[in-house]
């Protein structure tokens, strides 16, 4: 019988996100790509910190066809505030330096939004962490 105390999951988390990817294929799907990342960072996130932290982002699809709309746009600010701020959160707890929370997204996609490139750099950082975060979890689990 084999040794099963390898602490790696059996489910790899993909660490392939990046923005040149994210715009190029959002131009050429149409905006259906783009609904695909974000379930997938949604569903990361859940994945590796729900045993840590107890709780539950919920899921980008629902958010952006019911939530948002009903909320007025604000149910989406929220799951924003929430899900970079649980990614920095197990960052930190994993031990990962590089800094990422609620302050990105209300500085650089926010704020940001006014000198344009500022949501493109939130992006950035959000794929960025989000797959140090996985790269992580794909090792230590």
């Given at each position: 019988m084999e040794n099963?105390?390898?602490s790696a999951p059996a489910v790899q988390l993909k660490t392939n996100k990046g923005l040149?990817?994210?715009?190029?294929?959002?131009?050429?799907?149409?905006?259906?790509?783009?609904l695909v990342v974000m379930s997938s960072?949604?569903?990361?996130?859940?994945?590796?910190?729900?045993?840590?932290d107890g709780k539950k982002t919920m899921?980008?699809?629902?958010l952006y066809f019911i939530v948002a709309p009903i909320t007025l746009g604000i149910g989406a600010l929220v799951w924003y505030h929430n899900i970079s701020n649980r990614i920095?959160?197990?960052?930190?707890r994993?031990?990962?330096?590089?800094?990422?929370?609620?302050?990105?997204f209300w500085l650089w996609n926010i704020l940001g939004s006014f000198i344009l490139i500022?949501?493109?750099?939130?992006?950035?950082?959000?794929f960025r962490a989000t797959n140090l975060m996985c790269a992580n979890y794909n090792i230590n689990g």
């Open positions: 099963m105390n390898n040149l990817k994210y715009i190029l294929l959002s131009i050429i799907t149409f905006g259906i790509y783009p960072v949604s569903d990361s996130v859940n994945i590796a910190a729900s045993r840590y899921h980008y699809c629902l920095g959160d197990e960052l930190r994993r031990g990962i330096a590089y800094s990422f929370g609620a302050a990105d500022g949501p493109l750099v939130y992006t950035h950082k959000l």
